[in-house]
């Protein structure tokens, strides 16, 4: 068992290489291990390329005959962009295959079934909570969610602000917390802010500083009014990189202006339901992980409407006190007995900052 433990770990992170690359299929690793050494390894590198386990085979060559197969998600049994993997683990002779989370795609599971039944040893659940972390937003999205993974990301001080009294905005965490920022912003289908966001920093976002995805995120402002100036970079960039603003339809002149500036107008009824509605639109359109980056207004809201699924904070070393802007202000008041406490999904040091991860729904 330690053996498996060890070469599934490889495969996770062998997996992690397909970052931003491969959505909207999963990140996938592959080690093939023949008496006890490793004669393979492979990962899913692109959408549309082969997928880890026929990498990994490849690799391997005649040496995958009688080996034992790792890899981090349960083969697929279905013809997609590439042929079925479990056609390729079944011609390479490969005598057990080692998975950690199962796929629960309607389309692409079955896999582990199938191999089993052609006599292949099957194991399953090896790293499952890990594997399913790493793909958190495509499983998600491969039990028919209606909206998408939100991940709500802030930067705060050490008295949980956002900006400090006097809201001049700078710049709280460090370069290399910026940095591991962009790299989350790289493997999100879109990145939102709210309206007070976008009219205080005017920002881009825009995925630099890491490798560009595959696809640009799409860029999304709450924004019921339509405040949104056309002269901000995300309306003058809008035909480059596209752009959603989401508004409750309340003016309708605006609207059209952003439309002529390239800005796609997403009009949702302006009701209790509002913010599930937007998001369910978004997921029609493709959307199956949402970056939420700010301000306190779309935080508190997405949180308070129990729609974030993982919060991500970086913690900065520093105390902006009496007057600061506090991150979930707009919350409703709870008592320390009742407050939910939050699984710790990882932690992690970015310079002088702290990166922490938080599950806040059961997905």
């Known amino acids: ?6 070469h599934m770990q490889r495969a996770l992170a062998l997996a992690a290489r397909g970052a931003g690359q491969v959505a909207p299929n999963p990140k996938v690793g592959a080690v093939v291990v023949r008496d006890g050494a490793v004669v393979g390894e492979g990962w899913h590198t692109r959408y549309g390329a ?6 990994a085979l490849r690799v391997a060559g005649e040496a995958a005959h009688g080996a034992t197969l790792y890899v981090s998600l349960e083969p697929c049994a279905h013809h997609g962009k ?7 683990i079944l011609a390479a002779g490969v005598a057990r295959v080692v998975y950690a989370a199962a796929d629960p795609h309607h389309v692409a599971a079955g896999g582990a079934a199938l ?12 790293c499952a909570p890990e594997a399913a972390e790493l793909n958190a937003p495509f499983l998600h999205a491969a039990r028919g969610a209606r909206v998408p993974f939100v991940t709500v990301k802030l930067a705060l001080s050490l008295d949980g602000a956002l900006v400090d009294a006097s809201r001049q905005r700078g710049w709280l965490t460090g370069a290399e917390a910026r940095t591991a920022v962009h790299a989350l912003r790289a493997e999100a289908d879109a990145i939102a802010v709210g309206i007070g966001t976008a009219l205080a920093d005017d920002p881009a976002l825009t995925v630099r500083e890491v490798p560009p995805p595959r696809v640009a995120p799409l860029r999304v402002v709450f924004d019921r009014e339509a405040r949104l100036p056309r002269g901000s970079t995300l309306v003058r960039t809008a035909r480059e990189v596209p752009v959603t603003v989401i508004t409750a339809g309340r003016n309708p002149t605006a609207e059209q202006a952003l439309r002529q500036a ?13 913010l599930r509605d937007a998001l369910e639109a978004l997921r029609d359109r493709g959307v199956a992980h949402l970056l939420a980056e700010g301000g306190a207004g779309l935080a508190s809201a ?9 919060l991500i904070t970086f913690q900065a070393p520093v105390i902006l006190g009496a007057g600061a802007l506090p991150a979930f202000g707009a919350l409703p008041a709870r ?29």
Not at 1 to 6: K, V
Not at 115 to 126: C, E, F, K
Not at 302 to 310: I, N
């Open 50 to 55: 082969p997928h880890a386990e026929v990498e």
């Open 302 to 310: 997405l949180v308070d409407a129990g729609l974030v699924h993982r």
């Open 1 to 6: 068992m330690a053996d498996d433990i060890r």
């Open 115 to 126: 191999l089993a039944a052609a006599g292949v040893a099957v194991t399953g659940g090896v």
């Open 82 to 88: 590439t042929p079925p993997c479990t056609d390729a």
């Open 262 to 274: 390239g800005v796609d107008v997403l009009a949702v009824s302006d009701g209790p339901t509002a």
């Open 335 to 363: 008592t320390a007995n009742t407050a939910p406490r939050l699984r710790v999904v990882e932690r992690r040091a970015f310079g002088a900052d702290l990166m922490t991860v938080y599950a806040v729904s059961g997905d």
